[in-house]
């Protein structure tokens, strides 16, 4: 196995659970923030837990690096499904985010805008207080279908970019730019060329859910390098905070630590504040004390996303790494001569997950083939060889995860404002055919009941 094994420096144990507060979680890992006595280990940090199904017997949720290293997935022979053993000397690989992240992210986007990420000593009886102590704040529909793995002896160590006072802002900004026309069918090549695909996707959803509110956000202002566009972009995900209630999934907004809802008055007197706006005249209705914070709340962002290369950075990635389209992807499947792979199966089925020491070889040819002449990159994406299919099915891949990320903007009292990239795990191979059919769905819908005079999608192309 590749994967790391690093001895952790920090020992979560010698904390207090209540040192530590619950603070959200996703498919694998649930997420602690530290709010206790001044440690140079723990404070400003949070602390990434693993989970396993909640079902018995309990199994462990794998993310797609543990596959590829082909971790042993059999469960324990105990009647509960856990690993009895109290051996703390007992090797236990790195979480795969922290390898990852220093082999491979930290070589595509600056380390400054990247979090720390580092192993966490765990211990049994340590997890499974906190764990109780965590359920009280965790949604039932949550508890029903997992838990922390109070078997772990590691757990991920990350910097707080939420934190405790001041103010913090995540936005999840989607896909960048428009795809290469080269390999873009008759079909679909019109509305592909001038409909962002967040935008087409946008619509399929208010088709389906027409009672939920519909965002006018769309990527391309955001990712555009235009002020005034970057601006748009900024009160569009405002308007859609606003309208959804505060659950729309691509802008988030924390203050004093707590994710806020556009009704919380209490937390938005404490932005109102935080900005730094006058107490004179201060509104006290939710509808004003809104329109009084947008603008100077924009204003606090616009700089951060202009004079930092974040943006940009993601952009190039974006692209660089899709320089084929998922049609185009499937085009080059198809053209595979393994004979175990038909040619009608869907675009990755059968193929195999990506191994760390994969990943390091592949990025080395990315970044290799970014040195060669724009012309010759074109050439070759307008004509990609079968020999290189696995090149791009794992450049679409890294994509994938550049597309999906989240950016965290923090503005602490006193201290200059930061931004970061998160969420940057790989995807798995597996998800290539749904992406495919998905492609499929999102575009035809658009092209049956899409608005037609709804202006088309500015790709400024900042690469």
């Not at 601006?231 to 606003?242: E, F, G, M, P, T």
Request: aromatic content about 8%.
């Amino acid at each position: 196995m590749s994967l790391p094994n690093q001895i952790p420096k920090a020992d979560v144990s010698t904390t207090h659970v209540h040192d530590w507060s619950y603070v959200s979680e996703g498919g694998a890992t649930i997420v602690f923030s530290y709010s206790g006595p001044p440690s140079k280990e723990f404070t400003g940090t949070v602390l990434r837990l693993r989970k396993i199904t909640a079902d018995p017997p309990p199994k462990e949720i794998y993310k797609p690096l543990e596959l590829a290293e082909g971790i042993d997935q059999a469960s324990s022979e105990d009647d509960d499904g856990y690993d009895t053993s109290s051996s703390e000397d007992e090797d236990e690989p790195d979480d795969p985010t922290i390898a990852f992240q220093s082999r491979i992210t930290s070589k595509l986007i600056p380390p400054q805008h990247l979090p720390r990420l580092e192993p966490a000593k765990l211990k049994r009886h340590f997890l499974e207080r906190l764990a109780k102590k965590g359920d009280k704040k965790r949604p039932q529909s949550r508890k029903d279908v997992d838990m922390i793995d109070t078997r772990k002896k590691k757990g991920v160590i990350a910097t707080d970019l939420i934190g405790v006072t001041g103010w913090a802002v995540e936005i999840k900004p989607k896909w960048a730019f428009l795809p290469n026309p080269t390999h873009l069918s008759e079909e679909t090549k019109e509305t592909k060329g001038s409909h962002c695909r967040f935008c087409m996707h946008t619509h399929e959803r208010s088709i389906k859910s027409p009672k939920k509110f519909k965002t006018e956000y769309c990527p391309l202002d955001l990712f555009s390098g235009d002020p005034k566009r970057i601006r748009n972009a900024l009160s569009d995900l405002w308007n859609a905070w606003v309208g959804s209630k505060g659950t729309i999934n691509n802008l988030k907004i924390f203050v004093h630590g707590s994710n806020i809802a556009p009704n919380d008055l209490p937390h938005l007197h404490m932005l109102y504040d935080d900005l730094k706006l006058p107490d004179e005249g201060r509104p006290t209705s939710e509808s004003e004390l809104l329109s009084a914070i947008l603008s100077k709340f924009i204003d606090s962002l616009l700089p951060v996303l202009l004079d930092t290369p974040v943006l940009q950075t993601l952009s190039k990635l974006q692209r660089t790494l899709d320089p084929l389209d998922i049609e185009g992807l499937s085009k080059l499947w198809k053209t595979d001569p393994n004979p175990h792979t038909p040619a009608s199966a869907a675009v990755g089925v059968g193929s195999r997950e990506v191994k760390l020491a994969e990943w390091e070889t592949f990025l080395k040819e990315y970044l290799g083939e970014l040195q060669r002449p724009e012309k010759d990159l074109e050439q070759e994406w307008s004509n990609p060889p079968p020999a290189r299919l696995r090149y791009y099915l794992l450049a679409y891949l890294m994509s994938a995860t550049f597309k999906d990320c989240s950016v965290i903007l923090r503005f602490a009292p006193d201290e200059k404002p930061t931004i970061t990239a998160i969420d940057l795990d790989p995807k798995s191979v597996d998800r290539l055919a749904k992406w495919e059919k998905m492609d499929n769905e999102i575009v035809g819908c658009f092209v049956e009941s899409g608005d037609k005079s709804k202006p088309p999608c500015i790709d400024a192309r900042i690469v």
